[in-house]
């Protein structure tokens, strides 16, 4: 089965192709284009270096969230138009998970984080593995709620180690909370891997859906919705 991942959930957008269960390409950029610049220019590069062509490919798989809410919707939509154009189905992947399936044999509770604005984070806790094993669901939570719930799960004395572009905004807030029981990988290990998102979906094609039905996966509302909601609830 010939796979194309695609992620643009966060500050780096992503492009694999697993070729029969061996990563046949995988391509990143981190610059100041926009993902909707970028995408689509990756993935024909991504199936050129591959050696496949489009309709090679059997299933499509898009990080749907969380993260950026512009930002996954660029990705899931088009993974959806891809998916429609070539009659294949398209698979979910969560982004957390990515970034946990990135880091594999390693010791402690794998704790990914995106910032989440307003002082929160996006979250959630793992075992490494592939699939990791989920510890936590994913949550939105201001940072000291969200190290509570993961210190509540982890074993005593045990690692915590953070991953996600959530760690620039809040390693320092991290550190002074738990001290030398967090752990913060290097960079070219803490970002989401789009092989990641590849490997996840080809350990899961059973949760394959058409592209209609792929959705992104909010844990809130946008900041638009939720001024207007403020300001009404002001108002009452």
Excluded: W
Aim: glycine share 8%.
């Amino acid at each position: 089965m010939n796979i194309l991942a695609v992620d643009t959930s966060g500050p780096v957008a992503g492009v694999a192709v697993l070729r029969h269960g061996v990563l046949a390409y995988e391509g990143l950029a981190v610059n100041k284009m926009t993902h909707s610049v970028n995408m689509m220019s990756m993935v024909e590069e991504a199936l050129n270096r591959s050696g496949l062509a489009i309709e090679d490919i059997d299933l499509y798989a898009a990080v749907v969230g969380p993260g950026s809410f512009t930002g996954v919707r660029i990705g899931v939509s088009a993974v959806k138009g891809m998916a429609h154009g070539a009659g294949k189905p398209c698979i979910a992947v969560d982004a957390l998970e990515a970034l946990a399936a990135g880091l594999f044999g390693v010791d402690g509770v794998l704790c990914p984080i995106q910032d989440a604005r307003a002082g929160q984070v996006y979250g959630a806790a793992f075992r490494a593995g592939m699939p990791p094993e989920r510890l936590l669901p994913d949550m939105a939570e201001k940072l000291p709620d969200y190290l509570a719930k993961v210190l509540a799960v982890a074993q005593a004395d045990e690692k915590l180690v953070f991953i996600g572009d959530g760690v620039s905004t809040y390693r320092q807030a991290i550190v002074e909370a738990i001290g030398d029981r967090a752990v913060f990988p290097p960079a070219h290990c803490s970002c989401l891997r789009p092989s990641s998102v590849a490997m996840l979906a080809d350990a899961r094609p059973d949760t394959a859906v058409d592209y209609l039905t792929l959705m992104p996966l909010y844990l809130r509302a946008p900041q638009a919705e939720r001024a207007r909601a403020a300001k009404e609830a002001a108002k009452a």
